[in-house]
Nanobody, 119 residues
Framework: VQLVESGGGLVQAGGSLRLSCAAS????????MGWYRQAPGKQRELVAT???????NYADSVKGRFTISRDNAKNTVYLQMSSLKPDDTAVYYC??????????????WGQGTQVTVSS
């Protein structure tokens, strides 16, 4: 099982980006999916999560600007980021709770994608 992210890049403040993360491999089912970020010198923090049923949760710092969604048929989670600020600059990581061939769910992480917002 692996998670592959795409969509990061350099954008000016006030701009938008859309991140995608696709899970692949021997997947039986996926519970929660989410996005986390880590800025230089800081700890990794939660950005947004979404359950398999579509319930969402956001960090206060991104509420009203970011939207998380998922396509269960494609095992893919998205993060639409708007009104970006320089403080949003970080490496963004995808996370998913996946049941592969066994009986339990395990946490999987993507490799990270850089988002840089210039002022």
């Amino acid at each position: 099982v692996q998670l592959v992210e795409s969509g990061g890049g350099l954008v000016q403040a006030g701009g938008s980006l859309r991140l995608s993360c696709a899970a692949s491999g021997s997947i039986f089912s996926i519970n929660d999916m989410g996005w986390y970020r880590q800025a230089p010198g800081k700890q990794r923090e939660l950005v947004a999560t979404i359950t398999s049923g579509g319930s969402t949760n956001y960090a206060d710092s991104v509420k009203g600007r970011f939207t998380i969604s998922r396509d269960n048929a494609k095992n893919t989670v998205y993060l639409q980021m708007s009104s970006l600020k320089p403080d949003d600059t970080a490496v963004y990581y995808c996370n998913a709770e996946i049941r592969a061939t066994g009986a339990y769910y395990y946490d999987y992480w993507g490799q990270g994608t850089q988002v840089t917002v210039s002022s």
